[in-house]
């Protein structure tokens, strides 16, 4: 993991200072830790990331063979370093899932109930990233979220919370739909978005609000159901609403996710409510116009994949001119 130029000599001269510092071991691993917690907390390139697993490795060497609450906590912030780190294989996801798994061992024992309940939202998100990959199921993710929702409750963690009903919504998601259970999860996960837009706003927690407006939109547009029309409009509500924070402006990849996303909703509706049998050409031209839009900004930020998927669409719904367009995908988030 090799680091910048510059992160390496901000890395070198922290290390110098906290060698030279007249102190304990154990407050030698904190002030490793919160230099590794800055370096993590706003990375200007991958080298930070790379540098933060560094120290925090370094500061775990330093923990006391006493201080197991204190290493324990040093753990759990590796565990997020490594999470987040560009990697090429599952290799610092898999030690991510030791180190967040040994860590609660720890703080199970001795961590207060919000550090234990932050660890466990953490381990669900590494097994479902896991399970995403084909590499565990995807259960242990859920029992995870539902344990640490024992803790951040609506009441007392109502950003906490949202966040965990997100990811219980798209843990159920992402399992198979084949069957009646099936339907069960599918009902679940709409349910669990909508739990967690009742303790998040607009105003005072935007982001939370248009991440979890977007995945609404996309759970009711795929979701089995008589009523199908019902939920595409009302998931071009919820993109609506997940628009006024996701702006050209202020989070460009958002916005083109999401207006990806209402276009494909917007492809399989019909042009008029009353009169389905008419086609929807009007409805479909402005879903080409959206996606049109939403290739453009990933082509120029770099998301290649993202900007391929969305050409794909385009050229099967340019083909699709006619009533009753067939075209169906995958939202994104």
């Not at 207060?112 to 399970?131: D, F, H, K, P, R």
């Not at 609000?209 to 998931?235: D, F, K, P």
Request: aromatic share 4%; net charge negative.
């Amino acid at each position: 993991m090799a680091a910048s130029s510059r992160t390496k000599q901000q890395v070198d001269a922290a290390l110098m200072a906290v060698e030279d510092a007249d102190t304990s071991d154990a407050d030698k691993a904190q002030m490793l830790m919160e230099i590794a917690m800055g370096l993590q907390q706003a990375p200007r390139e991958p080298a930070d990331l790379y540098a933060a697993v560094d120290l925090y490795r370094r500061a775990l060497a330093l923990v006391p063979m006493g201080e197991a609450l204190g290493g324990a906590r040093i753990r759990a912030r590796l565990a997020t370093a490594l999470m987040a780190v560009p990697a090429e294989d599952e290799g610092p996801m898999k030690a991510a899932k030791v180190e967040i798994s040994t860590a609660l061992a720890t703080l199970t024992a001795e961590g207060s109930e919000a550090e234990i309940a932050e660890a466990e939202m953490n381990l669900g998100l590494i097994c479902q990233t896991l399970a995403g990959w084909g590499l565990m199921p995807i259960q242990p993710a859920i029992s995870a979220y539902q344990r640490a929702l024992r803790t951040f409750d609506r009441a007392a963690y109502p950003k906490e919370f949202a966040i965990l009903q997100n990811n219980l919504a798209t843990a159920f998601m992402s399992m198979p739909f084949t069957d009646e259970a099936g339907k069960m999860r599918e009902a679940l996960a709409v349910q669990a978005f909508e739990e967690g837009l009742k303790v998040v706003s607009l105003i005072d927690h935007p982001v939370e609000y248009a991440m979890l407006q977007n995945n609404l939109g996309n759970a009711l547009q795929y979701v089995s159901t008589s009523h199908r029309v019902e939920n595409s409009l009302r998931a071009l509500d919820a993109y609506d609403e997940a628009l006024k924070v996701r702006t050209l402006r202020d989070m460009p990849e958002a916005y083109a996710n999401t207006i990806a996303n209402k276009a494909n909703c917007l492809a399989n509706l019909p042009d008029d409510m009353e009169n389905p049998e008419a086609g929807n050409p009007r409805n479909v031209q402005e879903a080409i116009a959206l996606m049109l839009e939403a290739q453009g900004i990933f082509q120029t930020r770099g998301e290649a994949e993202k900007a391929r998927s969305v050409a794909e669409a385009i050229a099967e719904l340019s083909s699709a001119l006619a009533p009753h367009s067939p075209f169906a995908g995958q939202g994104v988030h």
